[in-house]
């Protein structure tokens, strides 16, 4: 069964610095990778996914990830965070050739400071 | 355009009292549908899910059950909630690979 691991609970940025928060999965094949976010209270949006093709991926409001297949990684980055990125982010990995149902990180918390 | 109603938003229930939250599709149709507890600092735990009308897998055995009456709605209940029901519940749905759409979540409170 697949796993993911976001070594970090807690990020916190000043606005306008550059931003990465990681994502280590564990799967025998090629994943399916997705980041989420979630701001308090609500649900979750998805921000990218990779399922295959090129290991840079862009999503919305300017976050992108890289798939390292040789680290195991899926790290997330914004080159200048706002103020408004400010959310709790979730990495997922589902199998590839399986059921596709994601298992979840446990989440990073992100606080930006002004 | 599809979108995902889930309610309520919150509620607050006696332990020993029944539990019903809805969730519904528009916009498309055979999704699977799913059900997520998130606790408090914590990450997401799958429920249940649903990849047809009548079709329930349950991930995690406990006092909740899902049924899933019509193709576009999907139904978490229990009997007789426990205090460790608290969480806060998303429903989501999604097609076989594109990632989830999630509802806005219903806080439940057990008190």
């Known amino acids: 069964a697949q796993s993911v691991t976001q070594p970090d609970i807690h990020i916190t940025v000043s606005e306008g610095a550059s931003l990465e928060l990681r994502c280590n999965y564990s799967?025998?094949?090629?994943?399916?990778l997705f980041w989420y976010v979630q701001s308090p209270g609500q649900g979750l949006q998805l921000l990218l996914k990779y399922f295959s093709g090129d290991t840079l991926v862009q999503g919305i409001k300017g976050f992108e990830a890289e798939f390292k297949r040789s680290q195991s990684s899926f790290n997330l980055r914004k080159p200048s965070v706002h103020w408004s990125d400010a959310a709790e982010y979730f990495c997922?990995?589902?199998?590839?050739?399986?059921?596709?149902?994601?298992?979840f990180g446990r989440g990073t918390s992100l606080i930006v400071h002004p | 355009s599809q979108t995902i109603h889930q309610w309520p938003a919150t509620l607050v229930q006696p332990v020993g009292s029944p539990l019903s939250l809805e969730c519904t599709v528009e916009?498309?149709?055979?999704?699977?549908l799913y059900w997520y507890r998130q606790a408090a600092g914590r990450g997401l735990q799958l429920l249940f899910y649903?990849?047809?009308?009548?079709?329930i897998s349950s991930e995690v055995p406990q006092n909740l059950s899902a049924s899933r009456p019509q193709d576009r709605q999907f139904i978490l209940s229990s009997k007789k909630l426990l205090l460790s029901d608290s969480g806060f519940y998303l429903c989501?749905?999604?097609?076989?690979?594109?990632?989830?759409?999630f509802g806005s979540g219903t806080r439940l409170t057990v008190v």
């Open positions: 649903s990849v047809g009308i009548g079709q």
């Open positions: 997922a990995v589902a199998a590839s050739g399986g059921s596709y149902i994601p298992t």
């Open positions: 799967y025998g094949a090629t994943p399916y």
């Open positions: 916009g498309t149709s055979n999704p699977n």
């Open positions: 989501a749905w999604s097609r076989q690979t594109g990632g989830y759409t």
